[in-house]
């Protein structure tokens, strides 16, 4: 089952938003096969959604006290429409249901997919035997995973020594001067995502 819940805050839509979205709400459930039980919240929903809009017409040519009446019954309608929201979320939560109701659903949080880092450029340090590893972090990224080894052997018999940092920097010390080394970096994000850059390679000076 395709699962689904309720956005059950007003707070985005103008006045003239709400009251349409109220009137479709109750449009929408009046009937609703998939929610008899709830039947009996709908006259005072349409009570208080006529309300509303009588209010609202009022507000925009009489005053300071139409206003906030209006706002009063605006008030007391999301509240309606919050309660009766939570017992259609009580009864169900399948989606095709959900979208009989008239109400707007929450939206699936899109995963965050990393990129691997780029830029990686390695520049001899200040000491000898040191290489530092400069990158571009990407966005969402958690920490950066640096990784060196022997630059000298096979790809598939490589071993490399990792270490995480959050820096878009990282200096390798106590290196073997003379020596070719391999390095590249992943970007770390949520839920154990790991993207690597292209390797770079550069002898220790």
């Known amino acids: 089952m395709n699962k689904g819940s309720i956005n059950r805050s007003f707070k985005t839509f103008s006045d003239a938003e709400f009251d349409t979205r109220a009137l479709h709400i109750g449009t929408s459930m009046t009937d609703n096969e998939h929610f008899p039980l709830l039947q009996d919240r709908l006259p005072a929903i349409k009570t208080a959604q006529e309300k509303f809009s009588a209010d609202l017409a009022a507000s925009k040519t009489l005053g300071r006290l139409a206003v906030a009446e209006k706002n009063n019954s605006r008030a007391a309608l999301a509240s309606l429409l919050s309660t009766l929201a939570l017992l259609i979320m009580a009864q169900t939560n399948d989606l095709v249901q959900l979208l009989t109701t008239g109400f707007v659903l929450r939206k699936k949080p899109e995963p965050r997919v990393i990129t ?90």
């Open 116 to 205: 691997a880092p780029n830029n990686l450029t390695l520049s001899a340090g200040i000491n000898s035997g040191e290489i530092l590893a400069t990158v571009t972090k990407p966005k969402g990224t958690d920490s950066i995973m640096y990784q060196i080894c022997d630059g000298s052997v096979a790809p598939e018999d490589r071993v490399w020594i990792s270490t995480v940092s959050t820096s878009n920097k990282y200096l390798f010390s106590n290196l073997q001067p003379g020596k070719l080394y391999a390095v590249r970096c992943g970007a770390v994000g949520t839920k154990g995502q790991l993207a690597f850059s292209a390797i770079v390679t550069m002898y220790a000076q």
